[in-house]
């Protein structure tokens, strides 16, 4: 069984930093994708990093510069840092890992919120 547990949000001001952490347990592909997603009220579920077993990384377009995807494979932890904190960032952040083997793989985590606000 294959879980995902995300610790370190919470409030902070604009201008602010956060790092974000998601501890994958049980069995998963050597090659995999582990990815944040964040998603507001009333809005969809929307890709903020991802980073491959490889350490490649991709960002969205409003993170860039400010946010850094990184892993720790011998711990199956992903991290999310977040500097320079924008009001628009608050949302529920979700970690997810994804692979293929003869069918495609993913799991979620249950989210932890990032309020940013003064």
């Known amino acids: 069984q294959v879980q995902l547990v995300e610790s370190g949000g919470g409030l902070v001001q604009p201008g602010g930093s956060l790092r974000l952490s998601c501890a994958v347990s049980?069995?998963?592909?050597?090659?995999?994708?582990m990815r944040w997603f964040r998603q507001a009220p009333g809005k969809q579920r929307d890709l903020v990093a991802g980073?491959?077993?490889?350490?490649?990384?991709n960002y969205a377009e409003s993170v860039k510069g400010r946010f850094t995807i990184s892993r720790d494979n011998a711990k199956n932890t992903v991290y999310l840092q977040m500097n320079s904190l924008k009001p628009e960032d608050t949302a529920v952040y979700y970690c997810n890992v994804l692979w293929t083997n003869y069918r495609t793989n993913q799991y979620w985590g249950q989210g932890t919120q990032v309020t940013v606000s003064s």
């Open positions: 049980g069995s998963i592909g050597s090659t995999n994708a």
């Open positions: 980073i491959t077993s490889d350490g490649i990384t």
